[in-house]
């Protein structure tokens, strides 16, 4: 069982910048491959970046070269830095935890309560 606890969410200007932080319970945080998804009002959940236990990194085309996953096995963290923040990208933001399948593909299975960006044009 993993729990997830985020912060950082706040509102900021168009073009500002944004961290936000997860950190999970559980002796074999390493072991999880940990992502970031959001929510905007009125669309489905979306994911934004992911990075496996090795520390391969993935991100949704939007947000390429803006933002930044990064996870610290010895404090059970993962962060997402977001830099030149969009008015879409408001959203509220989850962090996810999960298992990776044989074939690569990760299974999100545990969520945090999530955390509020709200960025203003």
């Known amino acids: 069982q993993v729990q997830l606890v985020e912060s950082g969410g706040e509102l900021v200007q168009a073009g500002g910048s944004l961290r936000l932080s997860c950190t999970a319970s559980?002796?074999?945080?390493?072991?999880?491959?940990m992502g970031w998804y959001r929510q905007a009002p009125g669309k489905q959940r979306s994911l934004v970046a992911t990075?496996?236990?090795?520390?391969?990194?993935n991100y949704v085309d939007s947000v390429k070269g803006r933002f930044t996953i990064s996870r610290d096995n010895a404090k059970n963290t993962v962060s997402l830095q977001m830099n030149s923040l969009k008015p879409e990208d408001t959203a509220v933001y989850y962090c996810a935890a999960g298992l990776q399948t044989s074939s690569g593909s990760i299974i999100f299975n545990y969520w945090g309560q999530g955390t509020q960006v709200t960025v203003s044009a």
């Open positions: 559980g002796r074999t945080f390493n072991n999880y491959p």
């Open positions: 990075i496996t236990s090795g520390g391969t990194t």
